[in-house]
Each structure stands twice: as C-alpha cells, then as structure tokens.
C-alpha cells in the first residue's frame, strides 16, 4: 500500500481514482472545484494540493492543460511546497514534451522525481483499466511506482527520458483526431449515398480498418444526442496544437494533422467547443443525413 495524493477528478481522473482507492492505497484527492460526490469511499478530500501532497509517497496529476498543472504545483498551497524529498510525481495530463522537461527540472530543484506519463484510452479504459501509460523519466523511478500505475493502466511503456512520454500522447493524439476526422467523412459519404448511418457504422466496426477507437465511439457517432461527452472538440484542439508544435520542431510534415486542425477550428466557432470530438460530422453530413 502507497500513500498517494490524485489531483484532478475529471472525467478520466475520477474513474482513475476510484481504481487507486479499489486497490487500498491510501488516497487524498483534490479537485480544483469541489466534488465530494467524486472522491471515492475510503479517500480523503484536501482543501488544497499542498494537503494532498503532504506526506505522500506518490503524487498524481490528471488535469487540462500546462496552465492547470503549473497552478497546483507552485506557490504557498502548491505541489512543490508541501510534498517530501524523494516523493515521485507522475504527471498523467497532456501537456507536451516542453512542458514536461520544464517541470522535470523543477521537481528536480524540490527533492522530488518525475515522470511524464500521460494514458492512451477515453472514459471507458479508465474505468477498467485499460489504459496504456506512455512514460518518459527514468526507468528506475518507473519501477519504484509500477505497482501504483499498475492499478490504473494495463501497460506502462517506458519511450525514455522526462519528455518522452509528453511526445509520444501528442503524436497520438494528433493521430486520433485525424481518424476522428475520417469516421465523420465517411459516414458523411455514406449519408450522401443514401445509407443509413447504423449500417455504415456496422461496416467500419466489422471490416479491416476496425479499431478499438471504432468500437467506443459507435454511440457518440450514431446516437450523439444519447451519448456523454469522453473527449470534448476544446480538449482535442488544445492536444491538435501540442502535435503540431512538436511537428513545427522536429521538422515533420504533418499534412492531414494540419487538416484536422481547421475541422476542430471550424467546430468551435460554430459552438461545438464544450461537444464530443465526434460532433465535427454535424459540419459534414448533407443535410438530413
């Protein structure tokens, strides 16, 4: 059993907690907004990040963005004010391979080690543990938390030092939202063709470019006004423009990451921000499809 601090409830956090909690860990949790229906049985709620981390042998962040992390970390009632030498911080955001050094280096100057080690999986992983963790740090400090990030994750694969792990969820995810993008399309084609979305659903979740994303996504796409919010068109830009910053700096051409990019800006200005990803079909179908 480990001592752990979780901050961040949100959609992934809070299922990602409840995991911890389920495994006997003994667990703190914050969350920016005050959800005591959020906090699992057995764990405590902090008033602040300092409290949660305070005494905690593993720290672990699942926020929005750079910003969201930076403001639990610093300051008088922040991470880095109240966690002890040689806790480990596991930041599980998307924040980038930039961000993620910069904080390296600050845990660093606090006592503390860090790993990068956002997850590949939506709401549904989480819940059971499916998720994949891709980590970048030292692979040392990996082993020492593996059986914490064990109770979250199904595969925890270290890509190499504090930055790696960053890189790799904004490859993906800049992967994700050009496939995001292609479901749209071709059940728009297929509206377009007088199919009926169901049964063009039926024929990608059946034949060879079925995925797991396929799978999950069914409800969003055939039945949106039923299905919750797991990835919202915000969220899904905000990562869009961490894969292309990474592109920009590699020297890659990322063509149809640029492509997906003016979808989810086209979404936004037409109100869908605060929607599932898979709400850019509405910006496709014919009308009455």
């Known amino acids: 059993?480990?001592?752990?601090?979780?901050?961040?409830?949100?959609?992934?956090?809070?299922?990602?907690?409840a995991r911890l909690a389920a495994a006997d860990h003994e667990l703190r949790t914050w969350n920016r907004t005050p959800r005591p229906e959020l906090v699992?049985?057995?764990?405590l709620e902090s008033a602040t990040p300092a409290a949660a981390a305070d005494g905690a042998e593993v720290v672990i962040t699942m926020l929005a963005d750079a910003d969201a992390l930076g403001g639990v970390l610093r300051g008088e009632q922040g991470i880095f004010a109240a966690a002890p030498r040689g806790c480990v911080l596991i930041?599980?955001?998307t924040i980038g391979p930039l961000a993620a050094r910069?904080?390296?280096?600050?845990?660093?100057?606090?006592?503390l080690d860090f790993l990068d080690a956002p997850v590949s999986g939506s709401v549904p992983a989480a819940t059971d543990g499916s998720l994949v963790a891709m980590v970048g740090g030292c692979a040392e400090t990996l082993r020492r938390v593996q059986p914490v990030l064990a109770a979250i994750t199904r595969a925890q694969l270290h890509l190499g030092p504090s930055g790696a792990g960053a890189a790799m969820k904004v490859a993906l995810n800049l992967m994700l939202a050009v496939v995001n993008q292609s479901i749209a399309e071709t059940l728009?084609?297929?509206?377009?063709?007088?199919?009926?979305?169901?049964?063009?659903?039926?024929?990608?979740?059946g034949g060879a470019l079925a995925a797991p994303y396929v799978g999950y996504k069914r409800a969003a796409f055939v039945d949106p006004a039923n299905a919750p919010v797991a990835f919202s068109v915000d969220l899904m830009r905000k990562d869009v423009g961490l894969g292309l910053e990474l592109a920009r700096e590699?020297?890659?051409?990322?063509?149809?990451?640029?492509?997906?990019?003016?979808?989810?800006?086209?979404?936004?200005?037409?109100?869908?921000g605060g929607r599932d990803v898979s709400s850019v079909l509405e910006l496709l179908a014919p009308a009455g499809g």
């Open 102 to 111: 910069a904080v390296a280096r600050e845990a660093q100057a606090a006592g």
């Open 40 to 43: 699992p049985p057995r764990a």
């Open 250 to 272: 590699a020297g890659v051409d990322v063509g149809v990451g640029s492509a997906a990019a003016l979808l989810l800006d086209r979404a936004r200005a037409a109100g869908l």
């Open 188 to 205: 728009a084609l297929a509206a377009g063709a007088g199919i009926a979305r169901e049964d063009a659903y039926d024929v990608l979740a």
């Open 91 to 93: 930041d599980m955001s």
């Open 1 to 17: 059993m480990s001592k752990i601090a979780f901050l961040g409830l949100g959609r992934m956090g809070s299922p990602m907690a």
